[in-house]
């Protein structure tokens, strides 16, 4: 019953910026992690940036110095602010997150957001 409702993708000029915003609802008792991956035309699918329950966070190397992740526990949601995009960054954009559903068994299952296209060109 949880559903990752994903927005803020669109048509960008290289430079620009744009901002990625994540929120998970329904049966929740903690998130362990949450990030967001990738996938270009004609590429797999790809890790961008990750943050964990314990707030540590991790990028894929193109984008270090360029996207920020950040989470907002009590709203359940992740975000990701995109910086000095380049062309190669269009891609569809994943929302990604490992749900814990009761304290009883501590059991992480994995969601997927529906996805945003995000598009970078002149």
């Known amino acids: 019953q949880v559903q990752l409702v994903e927005s803020g993708g669109g048509l960008v000029q290289p430079g620009g910026s744009l901002r990625l915003s994540c929120a998970a609802s329904?049966?929740?008792?903690?998130?362990?992690?949450m990030g967001w991956y990738r996938q270009a035309p004609g590429k797999e699918r790809e890790l961008v940036a990750m943050s964990t329950s314990g707030g540590s966070t991790n990028y894929v190397d193109s984008v270090k110095g360029r996207f920020t992740i950040s989470r907002d526990n009590a709203k359940n949601t992740v975000y990701l602010q995109m910086n000095s995009l380049k062309p190669e960054d269009t891609a569809v954009y994943y929302c990604?997150?490992?749900?814990?559903?009761?304290?009883?068994?501590?059991?992480?299952?994995?969601?997927w957001g529906q996805g945003t296209q995000v598009t970078v060109s002149s």
């Open positions: 329904g049966s929740i008792f903690s998130i362990n992690a």
């Open positions: 990604n997150a490992w749900v814990v559903y009761t304290k009883v068994v501590v059991f992480p299952r994995e969601h």
